[in-house]
């Protein structure tokens, strides 16, 4: 007797039926989370190295204070909060990344729910932020603090278009508590604050909401959340303005014209490198759909959102002298871009085929972004350098364990030696004087480390550490040792690390 495979199968299995599960709420959830736990088995397969900015943080979670040098201290709390329980290291990091990819997805998949008529748009928009290239990229790999506060921007307008929408007191709450996160991810996230303030006046029928008085419980629940950095930040202030300043301009001031021209065109650059994707596609959705009108007030709310934050970078460079702009600082605010754009259509407005294209292009994105770690895995032994992916930071820290260094205080300007020091040394604790962050000299044994590329002097940056600890110091090239870090690459090459032990405390 044959038995064909439909009747096996029992019905025949569509992509259309695997779309529509896909898009469901739980469906999606299984996505979400499987293309972040591939994401980072794939980070943990490529190398046990800490990247820059995942090495500073593992330095600055060692403890848990009201803030660190030029960042807000949000992310690394809750680092501090996660390596209690797996430890410095990889594992902490990548847990926390991919509890905030899956924030971000799930909060974008909520607004898109709550302000787009077409509902089968809800699950594409879910991960339309892989529409913005480098974002798309480097959130998976790299971004931190810009990750953190992607989620706060979307959580931000999740929340005030729910107060726009229905105006509920827990609205107000859930505002107050996405802004406080917001302050607490990044600098730049006062701009998303006016602009949520300067959009609820624009917009007529949310004006109102926005003057309720319980808009004091939003404002009082992003105080209280703000609080401890912000007792902090009050002794601080003038050196993180400082370093927020040097950070946005070059190194030069120019002329306050030229400055201004350089500023606007840093915009444009950035701007366009984030949209080069997203506006064409966009324009292809909407080139025969017509808006719904009247417009609802969250929409409008969200369209006058937007071109807030664009006036205020504007303003940015004519009043403040900003002349330099990145991506990952500009690419959350446009975040909501996509969802603004086809909340303003109609259900079935983007016509039969806009639904599956906006579908398969985010996922091919997703799988592009998957394809090229897998490339970084496969290459990884081919890729050598000053950072080759493939030091051997075990060893180093078995040396200077070995030279009765285990139990020390190092301090470093170089913050991925250090970093990856950290986690192989236990009893040992990691300084990185950086920012606003001082030189706390312990009792113990202080080393010095710098690599050895800088030569046998000790560097000048590490200099105010040094005379703030012991006053003046006369360097002794006798104390001066020479560890070597290895590389596990074939055609690597090893790194020479100094290091110097400080004389005893006066």
């Keep these: 007797m044959r038995i064909g495979i439909p009747k096996l199968l029992g019905r025949r299995v569509r992509l259309t039926h695997l779309a529509r599960r896909a898009g469901s709420g739980r469906g999606l959830a299984l996505l979400a989370v499987a293309w972040v736990a591939a994401s980072g088995l794939l980070r943990l397969a490529l190398t046990d190295n800490l990247q820059p900015d995942d090495a500073e943080l593992v330095v600055s979670a060692q403890e848990l204070r009201g803030g660190y040098s030029d960042q807000p201290p949000l992310y690394t709390w809750m680092l501090w909060a996660v390596f209690r329980v797996t430890g410095p290291g990889l594992v902490g990091l990548g847990v926390v990344r991919a509890a905030l990819l899956l924030a971000l997805f799930g909060l974008t998949y909520r607004t898109a729910k709550l302000l787009v008529p077409d509902r089968r748009l809800a699950a594409p928009l879910a991960f339309s932020s892989l529409l913005l290239p480098a974002y798309g990229w480097h959130v998976a790999t790299y971004l931190t603090h810009s990750l953190l506060l992607g989620v706060a921007v979307m959580g931000t307008v999740y929340a005030a278009a729910r107060v726009a929408r229905f105006g509920a007191t827990r609205d107000y709450a859930l505002l107050g508590v996405a802004v406080g996160v917001g302050a607490l991810a990044k600098y730049n996230f006062p701009l998303v604050t006016a602009a949520t303030a300067g959009a609820g006046l624009a917009v007529p029928a949310a004006r109102g909401r926005l003057l309720d008085r319980r808009v004091l419980l939003a404002a009082g629940v992003a105080l209280a959340l703000l609080a401890p950095h912000l007792v902090w930040l009050a002794g601080a202030w003038e050196d993180v303005f400082r370093l927020v300043r040097n950070k946005s301009n070059r190194a030069e001031s120019p002329p306050y014209w030229e400055g201004v021209v350089q500023g606007l065109w840093a915009a444009v650059v950035c701007l366009a490198g984030c949209v080069f994707i997203v506006g064409p596609l966009l324009a292809w959705l909407g080139r025969q759909a017509r808006p719904v009108t009247p ?21 940015l460079v004519f009043g403040f002298g900003v002349t330099r702009f990145q991506d990952r600082w ?3 605010l446009l975040l909501p871009l996509p969802v603004w754009y086809l909340a303003r259509f109609a259900p079935g ?10 579908a398969w292009i985010t996922a091919g994105l997703a799988a592009a972004v998957l394809a090229g770690q897998v490339a970084q895995v496969a290459l990884v032994y081919r890729l050598p350098g ?16 070995a030279a009765g260094f285990g139990n020390a205080t190092f301090v470093a300007i170089d913050r991925e030696i250090i970093g990856n020091l950290l986690p192989h040394m236990p009893g040992a604790t990691m300084q990185y004087p950086a920012g606003v962050e001082p030189f706390r000299r312990p009792a113990g044994t202080v080393v010095l480390l710098w690599d050895a590329q800088l030569g046998e002097n000790l560097p000048l940056k590490l200099m105010p550490a040094v ?5 003046e110091f006369q360097f002794r090239p006798a104390r001066l ?5 290895h590389s596990r690459n074939p055609d690597g090459r090893p790194v020479g690390v100094r290091a110097y032990a400080l004389p005893a405390k006066r």
Excluded: I, K, M, N
């Excluded at 000053?386 to 364990?401: F, I, K, Q, S, T």
């Excluded at 005379?467 to 006053?471: D, F, N, Q, W």
């Excluded at 040792?481 to 870090?485: E, G």
């Design 295 to 315: 417009e609802r007030p969250e929409v409008a709310w969200l369209g006058w959102f937007l071109a807030g934050l664009a006036l205020l970078h504007v303003a």
């Design 386 to 401: 000053r950072y080759d992916l493939r030091l051997d930071y075990p060893r180093l820290a078995a040396e200077l364990d």
């Design 349 to 358: 407005a983007v016509g039969r085929w806009g639904v599956p294209v906006l």
């Design 467 to 471: 005379e703030s600890s012991v006053g």
């Design 330 to 332: 500009v690419q959350p």
């Design 481 to 485: 040792r020479t560890f070597t870090l």
